[in-house]
C-alpha cells in the first residue's frame, strides 16, 4: 500500500489460464453504463487519434472487455499489450512494464456509488481511457521511453518523472494555441501561486505535509503520490527552453494513425485520467481552470494532487512534440527542474481526515 493512500476496497480478480475474468451481470452492467456515458461525453472533446484508436480497439460498449483481446488489437496496431495488475504495483514495476510495452490494467470495476468518481484506476479507466491512445504510434514510443528512464531513474527522479506523466498520458490537453488562447489569456504562464478557481476539494483523506512524498508504489499508474501542500515555492517564470526537438528523426511508419492527425483549431483531449471522468471531461475544456502551453520543465516544476479536478492542464501542440521528448535527456531537464524548485500548488492543501 503505498504511504499515504487509504485502503482501498477494490480488489483485482485474478485472470485464469486463458487471461479472462468472470464478471458478474451487474459489472458489465457498469461498464455499459459508463460506456454509453463517457462516448457521448467526449465526442466532441477527445482529440481525433483517441477516438481514432477507440474506433480500432472495438471495445464492447455492453460487456467489460477481456485483456487478451484488447491486447491482440493493441498488438497489431502498435506492439503494444495490457498486462493485468493488482491494484498497486511498485513503481518499479510499473516502469518495467511500459519498457516492455505492456499497459498494466487493474481487472477490478468501480461499483454504482462510485459511479462519477473513483480515485483509484479502473478497468473502465484503464482500457477506455488509455488504450486508445496506444494505438498511436507517436504516443505509444512515447510512453515505452517513458518506462525505461523511468526504470533506470533514482527514487527521487521518479517522483518528477510522474508529473510528466500526469500532465500528459493522465491529463494531457492538445490543441493549437489559437484554441488555447481563445478560452484562456496567452500569456498568464507563470503566476504559479494562488488562484485556485473551482476546485473541488478534499475526500478526507489526511494531510499529509509539506513536501511531496516519494512513495516507491504506484497504483497502477501514476496515480501515487500526489503532492500535497506547500512544496518551496519559487515561483516565476522558469523561461527555459522545453528542448523539444521537432526534426522527427525516427518517425513511426504507422501512417493510418497518423493520417488520424486532423485539425487542430480547437482544444482537444487527450488524457486518459479527463476521458474516462465524464465531470473531468467537460471541466478540462471549459471556463474555470488553467491551460498553458506544454514545457518540460514547467511540467516538472507543478506540483498535483490526485483527489481533485486539476487547477491547471498543459496543452501540448501536437502528438509529434510529445515524441520528441524520446530525444531529450529527461533526467537533466529533472535535474533542472529541482534546481529551479517546484512551483507553489495551485490547489489548497488537503482537508484533514474527520
Ligand atoms: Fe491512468
Not at 503566476?191 to 505535509?209: E, K, Q, S, V, W
Not at 530525444?327 to 527542474?337: I, K, S, Y
Request: net charge negative; glycine share 8%.
Amino acid at each position: 500500500m503505498a504511504k499515504g493512500m487509504e485502503a482501498s476496497s477494490y480488489r483485482s480478480s485474478a485472470p485464469d489460464a486463458s487471461g479472462r475474468v468472470a464478471y458478474s451481470a451487474d459489472e458489465h452492467a457498469i461498464w455499459a453504463t459508463l460506456y454509453a456515458r463517457q462516448t457521448a461525453a467526449i465526442a466532441d472533446v477527445a482529440c481525433d487519434e483517441f477516438k481514432y484508436g477507440l474506433d480500432l480497439l472495438k471495445l464492447s460498449p455492453d460487456q467489460i472487455p477481456q485483456l487478451p483481446d484488447v491486447s491482440a488489437r493493441l498488438k497489431r496496431e502498435t506492439g503494444w499489450e495490457v498486462a493485468a495488475v493488482p491494484a498497486l504495483i511498485p513503481f518499479s514495476e510499473f516502469f518495467a512494464l511500459l519498457a516492455a510495452k505492456r499497459f498494466p490494467a487493474a481487472t477490478f470495476i468501480r461499483r454504482r456509488e462510485h459511479l462519477d468518481y473513483l480515485q483509484e484506476p479502473d478497468i473502465f479507466h484503464e482500457l477506455f481511457g488509455h488504450t486508445p491512445l496506444l494505438t498511436n504510434p507517436w504516443f505509444a514510443e512515447f510512453t515505452e521511453t517513458y518506462g525505461r528512464i523511468g526504470l533506470a531513474a533514482s527514487k527521487e527522479d521518479r517522483v518528477f518523472l510522474a508529473r510528466l506523466y500526469w500532465f500528459t498520458v493522465e491529463f494531457g490537453l492538445i490543441g493549437s494555441v489559437n484554441a488555447l488562447n481563445g478560452i484562456h489569456a496567452a500569456d498568464e504562464r507563470p503566476a504559479t501561486n494562488g488562484g485556485a478557481g473551482a476546485i473541488a476539494t478534499g475526500n478526507g483523506l489526511a494531510r499529509d505535509g509539506r513536501t511531496q512524498r516519494a512513495s516507491e508504489v504506484a497504483l497502477n499508474g501514476i496515480r501515487i503520490a500526489d503532492e500535497s501542500p506547500a512544496m518551496d515555492g519559487g515561483a516565476g517564470a522558469a523561461e527555459t527552453a522545453n528542448g523539444l526537438a521537432r526534426d522527427g528523426r525516427t518517425q513511426p511508419t504507422h501512417e493510418s494513425a497518423l493520417n488520424a492527425v486532423t485539425s487542430r483549431d480547437r482544444l482537444k483531449i487527450y488524457g486518459g485520467g479527463i476521458l474516462s471522468s465524464p465531470g473531468e471531461t467537460a471541466y478540462a475544456v471549459g471556463p474555470v481552470p488553467q491551460r498553458r502551453p506544454f514545457d518540460l520543465i514547467e511540467v516538472l516544476r507543478t506540483p498535483y494532487r490526485i483527489d481533485i479536478l486539476q487547477p491547471l492542464y498543459y496543452v501540448l501542440e501536437s502528438f509529434r512534440d510529445l515524441h520528441a521528448l524520446t530525444r531529450v535527456d529527461l533526467l537533466a531537464a529533472v535535474a533542472e527542474a529541482r534546481r529551479l524548485g517546484l512551483h507553489a500548488p495551485l490547489f489548497p492543501p488537503k482537508p484533514l481526515a474527520a
